[in-house]
């Protein structure tokens, strides 16, 4: 199937390892131009040339702190400037941390809010005045599966997530008459590095994770190729009367009806 993705410009936020490497090199793969952004400068540029070399795509790497409202206006302005418009935008950053509720203070909610909610706000907002005009947009926003089931010490991502998963509904609404999609896709058990570093540290990689996908219908934790297949295919043309859903990817682990 021709994804229609050759030449679209795409953005990806949080692109230097894990899921956001993944979907960033997937759509490469299928023409796009893509745009990755990421803290570490070195660590981008190295995958820049990786994803470059694998896909013979070119790939821009801009440094940026999602979290930061300067950054991020500064980003999308320099992505806007590299090739005049924007055609799709996913919205990505690290994860906040694993703990009980009552051991988040303020200052660790408003982190949180400023990673997994703000980004999310700042960075749909400011991509419009470059997609209204091309006609379409797609802007596609990477969650957690703890949206549907609730995941043990995961407080400050489900109640981030479900922030965006409300402004994505009201999104679509509002960036319909323009034609710009608006969807969530939320991760189960994805094999990243944030993943091997919740791994139980008393057992062999191996057998933690064996152990972990025993709770996983299919049986093995997902590969970030996985996820970036829903993502590239949300970013298509063919994904065209798809908003506002959130489509979980996680091998059947959620139980939820809903
Ligand atoms: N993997 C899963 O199974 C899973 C499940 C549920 C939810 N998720 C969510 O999916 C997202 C991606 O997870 P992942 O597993 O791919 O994580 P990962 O492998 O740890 O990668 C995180 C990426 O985010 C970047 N990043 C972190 N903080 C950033 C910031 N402030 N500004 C810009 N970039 C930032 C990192 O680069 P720098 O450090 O250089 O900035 C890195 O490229 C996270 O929000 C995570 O909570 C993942």
């Known amino acids: 199937m021709d994804l229609k993705l050759t030449g679209k410009v795409a953005l990806v936020l949080a ?25 570490d400068k070195t660590e981008l540029d190295k995958v820049a040339a990786e994803i470059s070399a694998l896909t013979r795509n070119k ?8 979290s930061k409202s300067d950054e991020l206006s500064a980003f999308i302005a320099k992505a806007a400037e590299t090739y005049g418009h ?14 009980k509720f ?25 991509v419009l005045p470059y997609m209204k005009p091309t006609g379409g947009g797609r802007i596609i926003n990477i969650i957690s ?5 609730v995941l043990a010490n995961s407080v400050l991502s489900t109640a981030m997530r479900m922030g965006v998963v409300g402004m994505a509904k009201m999104m679509a609404d509002e960036f319909g008459p323009y034609n710009i999609t608006v969807n ?10 944030r993943i091997k570093h919740t791994l139980p540290k008393d057992v062999d990689t191996e057998t933690a994770m064996k152990e972990k996908a025993k709770a996983i219908p299919l049986g093995r934790i997902g590969d970030p190729t996985e996820l970036a297949a829903l993502v590239t295919f949300l970013a298509s043309q063919q994904a065209s009367y798809i908003s506002g ?14």
């Open 145 to 149: 599966g703890s949206v549907k089931a």
């Open 86 to 99: 924007i055609d799709i935008l996913v919205n990505n950053a690290g994860g906040p941390p694993f703990d």
């Open 102 to 126: 009552e051991n988040f203070d303020d200052g660790a909610w408003q982190k949180a809010f400023d990673l997994n909610l703000l980004s999310v706000a700042r960075t749909s907002k400011a």
């Open 184 to 193: 969530n896709v939320a991760p189960g058990l994805i094999l990243t590095d």
């Open 245 to 258: 859903q959130t489509i979980q990817v996680d091998g059947g682990a959620s139980r939820a009806i809903y």
């Open 59 to 66: 790939i821009v790497a801009i440094a940026v702190d999602v």
């Open 15 to 39: 692109a230097s390892k894990g899921l956001g490497k993944a979907i960033a090199q997937t759509l490469a793969a299928e023409g796009a131009k893509v745009i990755i952004g990421s803290r």
